[in-house]
């Protein structure tokens, strides 16, 4: 109680300060210049100012829920390193040994339309961690594969979760609808995702968002309601930090309200999976470990953001210090740092509050105007 009381007293002796106080205290730091113009910053259509407080605090900002997952956290996220499967055998024996590492799960890349499932997942416990993976096209012999090897192991298959990402939308998508069909028992595993090649943040969320309501248009919804619980996301995180937390959240809280509009009862915006990708950054300045840095930062804003699970690829794919140094990033994020142990770290940033805000009202405008025009 003494303690109370000496400490109140030492925070009576700060007087409140203004937006106003600020300018005129930061102007001579600025030249002369009025702050809040010197110093402000515009890209892509946003804007951000030098200072913010509560006033600047939108109604009802949107906060990331707790994860149910109490294991990996309040802010839950998985680490998912990829493989590219060259060799079912080898592709495996890699990732065990991530797995081995801590990794949380494995995304595989797939090169080849013919695999060996009992092969590549020999010893790997899908039940306990996340399976992805990446593809040109679901071909018939992979969706076969793979429901094949789902119903050989009908006891364990209801904590099979992961996804499946195919990278082109087929023109002739029958074997896509009887594999959603095949899959709509296993809610945690997604089949339907989506991806952009925007680079500008606005574009990128109107674009998934217009590609998916798309996605869900051609595979007939009423016929097909199973089609939207396998929806999920992939995006590209780059180096602006604060704009990529702010991205993910937009995403996330926009998909939800889109749910909402096709009478998904009960839906819930932390239900939506997002898988975030760090690529290769080589940059001569910061070598040699300037991809490490680079995946430090879009992995600490991917998961500030809300993401699902988090890919860090590294500079040289075929470098096993440098893998390793890759998953790592995640490792130290979590058990170093303790982001996971709050749900949503950056609630309340009156900068950030800001952001979303414009980003989403941006978003959503180009969402419409997309939707429309199509």
Known sequence: MENNIGLNELLSTFLPASGEDWVNAATPEAGGKNPLEALNWQKSGLSGLPYYDSSNTPEGPFSLAPSANGF???????????VKVLAEAEANKKALNYLAA?????????????????????N?????????????????????????????????ASTFQGFVLQKTYPHHPQVLH???HTLSSHEKIKCLGISSDEKDADEEISDLLAKAVATINQLNVSENPSALQQIFFTTTISTDFFIEIAKLKVLRLLWHNILLAYGVEHAQAQTTVIHAWSNAWVNEAFEPHGNMLKATTAGLAAILGG?????????????????????????????????????????????????????TERSWKKFLQKVNAA
């Open 72 to 82: 990996l956290g309040a802010r839950a996220w998985r680490n998912l390193p990829k």
């Open 102 to 122: 801590g990794a949380e799960g494995i995304v595989f890349e797939l090169t080849n339309s013919t695999v060996s499932l009992d092969i590549l997942l020999a």
């Open 178 to 180: 009887k594999f959603i």
């Open 124 to 156: 790997i416990e899908w039940g306990y961690c996340t399976v992805g993976f990446v593809c040109d096209l679901v071909s018939e012999n992979f969706a076969d594969e793979l429901i094949r090897y789902i119903n050989s192991n009908a006891s364990g």
């Open 307 to 359: 993401c699902s699970s988090v890919t860090l690829i590294p500079s040289d794919e075929t470098d096993d210090r440098l893998a390793r140094i890759a998953i790592n990033v995640s490792h130290v994020l979590r058990e170093e740092s303790h982001i996971g142990k709050v749900a949503d770290p950056t609630a309340g940033s009156f900068y950030l509050e800001q952001l979303i805000q414009q980003l």
